[in-house]
């Protein structure tokens, strides 16, 4: 498990004469939970193999029955401990990994991605946004009107101040729950959609149900009494009332999920648990006297934390022994070995993990990871390794196409076989992915001068100095 420094921030409010302004920021996406008291946060995203897998088994039956198999939609996992999820565009959804440590059930997660997925397949956020194209339009209009009321006033001596300012603030608030009306419609409709989507996969709305009543006692509990008009969300007990009579005519409704699918989430928790708690928290809610799989695993994880690799290693070779077909456990123990410096050591269970787990492009980038630094320890140019890098990153970025440390990685291998014109290029790529475009343009333009014109690695450098972006 790793941490991209990717900021997500949230900014609130201050002051009612930034009122409209921050609706209009703060609608720019679906999120599960208003976020009108939350204050500013910064998290990068996790990025984790195994949970990945496991989301993505979670999310493909929804995905494709709401007719988004070929939309490549992506979660993205944000490490930030409140429970919440959202999407931002046609492509890519959000989760706070606070979401899953908090479902007991994969059927809760479930039911949030088919919501999310509700607002994706409805086309949500392009209306909202010419929603609040329209909204700003009308503010706009009655500033013009009402200022040039106030001027008419003036030149005729009447005094209209306060009566301009009544309107300016009364439009505000039309405006307001003009776009907050439009946002409780569709918020309603990605919860008709989801149980839809339930519905259509045989799975229970019951995790959905539980997700959202958890919401209205924890999250939104303080809205009771609210006015439902200035509410981004239908208010809690109507929206429960509407999702339990929904959610109750499904004949799948007291189906449960698989005893392998809640194992597979029951490790997830504990693997979220062991890394991103404090390790005595872990061994706390998880002690000795638990044998079971999860509280092993979040045992092993702290333990490496708190005491470091040599007390790891009998511990994750243990696992190994007991699941030796599990990838995921060679995986820790060879990112935790990498991690301590023993890059030589970490080369076998990384390799095992991507014989077992070949479709898995972390875990690839880590083996090359690995690979690499022995190289560069040893001090001698091992070709047939190099290559080996090459191969394995090569493979991991057909589907890590923006991937900023897998083009590093890959520069770094063909500078060592002095291929000096790949190692620009990887390294333009690395520089565009990290968002330094200059940078990137200046390796493109070195790259380019070296390769035949019009060729596959001509082109592709062109193509990075024509972009204004990263492309990601």
Not at 371 to 397: K, M, P, W
Not at 417 to 424: G, I
């Amino acid at each position: 498990m790793t941490y991209q420094a990717i900021p997500i921030i949230h900014r609130a409010a201050k002051g009612p004469r930034h009122l409209l302004r921050w609706v209009m920021a703060a609608i720019l996406s679906f999120s599960l939970v208003a976020s009108s008291a939350a204050p500013a946060v910064a998290a990068g995203l996790i990025r984790d193999a195994e949970i990945e897998s496991l989301l993505r088994v979670y999310a493909r039956p929804i995905f494709k029955v709401a007719g988004l198999s070929q939309q490549n939609v992506r979660i993205h996992l944000i490490g930030a401990r409140s429970f919440n999820a959202f999407v931002v565009d046609g492509r890519n959804m959000f989760f706070h990994v606070g979401t899953l440590m908090r479902s007991n059930t994969p059927n809760q997660v479930i039911g949030v991605i088919a919501h999310e997925t509700g607002h994706i397949a409805g086309g949500h956020l392009s209306r909202l946004r010419q929603a609040m194209s329209h909204a700003r339009s009308t503010s706009l209009m009655l500033r013009v009107l009402v200022l040039a009321a106030a001027a008419a006033g003036a030149a005729s001596g009447a005094n209209v101040g306060a009566a301009s300012a009544g309107a300016l603030l009364g439009g505000e608030g039309l405006t307001q729950r003009y776009i907050l009306s439009y946002r409780r419609a569709e918020e309603s409709s990605a919860d008709q959609a989801a149980i839809s989507y339930l519905n259509a996969t045989g799975q229970s709305a019951q995790g959905m149900l539980d997700t959202f009543a958890y919401l209205a006692e924890k999250g939104l509990g303080s809205l009771k009494y609210a006015d439902p008009y200035v509410q981004s969300h239908p208010l809690p007990s109507q929206r429960i009332a509407n999702l339990r009579s929904l959610a109750r005519r499904s004949p799948n409704f007291k189906k449960r999920d698989s005893p392998q699918l809640q194992a597979r989430h029951d490790l997830m928790r504990a693997k979220l648990s062991g890394f991103l708690d404090n390790p005595q928290t872990v061994l706390n809610r998880y002690p000795n006297s638990d044998q079971s799989l999860p509280a092993r695993y979040a045992r092993v994880i702290a333990t490496y934390r708190r005491s470091g690799v040599r007390a790891f290693v009998p511990k994750i070779n243990a696992m190994i022994n007991a699941y030796p077909e599990n990838p995921y456990f060679y995986e820790l123990k060879g990112q935790f070995l990498f991690k301590s410096g023993e890059s030589s050591a970490a080369i076998p269970p990384l390799r095992k993990a991507v014989k077992l787990a070949p479709e898995e492009p972390l875990i690839r980038i880590l083996l090359a990871q690995a690979l690499l630094a022995n190289i560069q320890n040893s001090g001698q140019i091992n070709t047939a390794r190099l290559d080996e890098v090459i191969t394995l990153l090569r493979h991991a970025l057909v589907k890590e196409t923006c991937s900023a440390t897998g083009y590093r990685q890959m520069a770094t291998a063909y500078g060592l076989k002095k291929s000096t014109a790949q190692a620009m290029l990887a390294s333009a790529f690395a520089y565009q992915y990290e968002g330094k475009i200059e940078l990137a343009k200046r390796q493109a333009q070195d790259a380019k001068k070296v390769f035949s014109p019009g060729s596959t690695q001509w082109l592709k450098a062109d193509d990075i100095l024509k972009t204004k972006s990263s492309g990601c």
